[in-house]
Antibody, heavy 119, light 111 residues
């Protein structure tokens, strides 16, 4: 069974870069030919799509974050990562990594990691 | 930033049926893109409940059903149980975002 696990600092200073890694484990046949991405949820609010890296390698980002976001995949390590630069308090959220099926649904999620942007 | 509109809350007694609406536009649901639904229990990650408008992943009981029409979709929960208390989110693809868009979420309360 495929599992995803987020890791990274829980506290980031304003203006610095938030960096998270998602490690994929389990059924190896469930890793290839899929897309991977990140979704976040500010405290008490709904879900916001951050971006997706497609199997082709092409990334697509939420336009509201595009200038600050980079998502990359390291297949040799079974990991993909999120970098979000110039963070502010508005970036405080639970960050989830997940598997994205085509341009459709997200079928496997990590447990989420809380990131607080504060000095 | 949500462009999919859901009611903030719905409630029902145990055993009853409740429905949650999800209203989009011509750039997402109305453009023919599939609608998917997730359930989120407090403090946990969202879990896929319905995909491709009306398909249930393995393990999801048939008490959960969904449909899509025009620029809207709906999720129905029949035989409401206490364990159904959660937030429910709809999701689709939006051409303006070139990516996923989520609804604002609906809290289901079992009276």
């Amino acid at each position: 069974q495929l599992q995803l696990q987020e890791s990274g600092p829980g506290l980031v200073k304003p203006s610095e870069t938030l960096s998270l890694t998602c490690t994929v484990s389990g059924d190896s046949s469930s890793r290839s030919s899929f897309n991977w991405g990140w979704i976040r949820q500010p405290p008490g609010k709904g879900l916001e799509w951050i971006g997706t890296v497609y199997d082709s390698g092409s990334p697509f980002y939420n336009p509201s974050l595009k200038s600050r976001v980079t998502i990359s995949v390291d297949t040799s390590k079974n990991q993909f990562s999120l970098n979000l630069s110039s963070v502010t308090a508005a970036d405080t959220a639970v960050y989830y990594c997940a598997r994205h099926v085509g341009t459709g649904h997200w079928d496997v999620w990590g447990k989420g990691t809380t990131v607080t942007a504060s000095s | 930033q949500s462009v999919l509109t859901q009611p903030p809350s719905v409630s029902g007694a145990p055993g009853q049926r409740v429905t949650i609406s999800c209203t989009g536009s011509s750039s997402n649901i109305g453009a023919g893109y599939d609608v998917h639904w997730y359930r989120q229990l407090p403090g946990t990650a969202p879990k896929l409940l319905i995909y491709a408008n009306n398909k249930r992943p393995s393990g999801v009981p048939d008490r959960f059903s969904a449909s899509k029409s025009g620029t809207s979709a709906s999720l129905a929960i029949s035989e409401l149980q206490g364990e159904d208390e959660a937030y429910y989110y709809c999701q689709s693809y939006d051409t303006g975002l070139s990516g996923s868009v989520f609804g604002e979420g609906t809290k289901v309360t079992v009276l």
